[in-house]
């Protein structure tokens, strides 16, 4: 019995103990993370293990003052099974307030859609994967290293690994005097509502005009789309923008690019992404609560009416045992044969039974 105890026992307890893991398998999210991620990422930085991932930063155009740049970082030769891929571009290594914007960068959209230095992705089968930030340069001009950082896990979770890039070095050269751009205030939004056909607001700076052409992610012929500028100057140059993009339903992402003119002159912007949510709830919590209420009523009356008509039927005959309660009371007396002695109402009555065996 006792080595029974003991082997239900150590099964309990292996089932129950945890596995020794440094990795976060289900990852920790889109978020502004540091170089060292504070120890959240990887639990201690120190037992990361050194990825063998090449790990590349490229431009997607010429990087001038204030205008936005594409930043490529493209990841392969993978050999550790991953599938959660965490990606940081970072402006330094010191482990505190290196993110872009720390420096100076302005995000306008990361790889998934958001405003995030890092981002999680999932790998491919290919074992190669890239992410693009779209960010507006700094205003000092000159150099500025940008650095590519990877955390992903093993197979199984066990393992952690991380990995960061050469310094990759953008020259941010003095913008032409007038060149349209994009607003340094303006940030492209993540997503739009299923169904919402609503025109996307766009700011920009020195533009006389712009261009909007859009395509499902996927897809390689682009469309144009209608522009209207909503600025009250009524000078040349308009700087804020209503774009109509068609409303798109279910998990469907858009891709879309802006071009911005000055007279003759162009620029055409980064590739940019909106994803589709779905509708948000509409109601008042307590409508909610009540309507829960409600319906909870509803199941334990569907419940009480089903145990009434399934529960079997019980005669009044079985229920009303006064006769048998009263029987067993009486007691019988050797010494008075015929009679049995009521103790309740003391005294003697005739016992039927007598009368029966005697005839």
């Known amino acids: 019995m006792n080595r029974i105890a003991i082997v239900m026992l150590l099964c309990i307890s292996l089932v129950l103990a945890p596995g020794y893991s440094v990795a976060n398998p289900g990852g920790n999210g889109d978020a502004d993370r540091d170089y060292s991620c504070g120890g959240s990422c990887h639990g201690d930085p120190s037992l990361s293990m050194q990825s063998d991932a090449k790990i590349e930063i490229s431009l997607g155009n010429e990087a001038f003052y204030g205008q936005a740049v594409a930043v490529h970082v493209t990841v392969s030769e993978v050999s550790s099974p991953t599938n959660i891929f965490g990606i940081f571009i970072l402006s330094s290594l010191n482990g505190n307030s290196d993110t872009p914007e720390d420096y100076g960068w302005h995000m306008i959209q990361d790889p998934n859609g958001g405003s995030s230095n890092y981002i999680e992705m999932t790998m491919p089968s290919s074992g190669t994967i890239t992410a693009t930030w779209v960010m507006l340069t700094p205003e000092d001009l000159g150099s500025h290293i940008l650095y590519a950082e990877i955390h992903h896990g093993s197979y199984g979770g066990e393992k952690a690994f991380s990995g960061v890039s ?10 032409p005097e007038g060149l349209p751009g994009i607003s340094s205030d303006w940030v492209a939004p993540s997503f739009r509502v299923s169904g919402d056909d609503s025109p996307l607001h766009i700011s920009t700076r020195n533009s006389t005009d712009i261009s909007v052409e859009w395509m ?5 012929d682009p469309i144009s ?6 600025s009250e100057s009524g000078e040349e140059i308009c700087n804020e923008w209503e774009v109509n993009i068609p ?11 802006i071009t911005t003119f000055n007279g003759t002159f162009s620029i055409e912007q980064p590739w940019l992404k909106m994803g589709t949510a779905a509708p948000p709830f509409e109601g008042d919590i ?3 609560r009540a309507h829960s209420f409600a319906f909870a009523l509803l199941v334990i009356s569907i419940l009480v009416t089903l145990q009434g008509r399934l529960s079997p039927v019980i005669q009044r005959e079985e229920i009303d045992q006064t006769k048998i309660v009263d029987k067993s009371s009486l007691i019988r007396s050797d010494d008075n044969p015929g009679w049995l002695w009521n103790p309740v109402a003391e005294e003697w009555v005739e016992d039927p039974e007598y009368r029966e065996e005697v005839e």
């Open 225 to 230: 789309a209608p522009v209207q500028c909503i």
């Open 247 to 257: 409303a798109t339903m279910g998990e469907i992402d858009i891709v879309y690019r």
């Open 216 to 220: 499902l992610e996927g897809e390689w």
């Open 166 to 175: 050469e310094g990759f070095e953008v020259i941010v050269n003095e913008v």
């Open 286 to 288: 307590w409508s909610a």
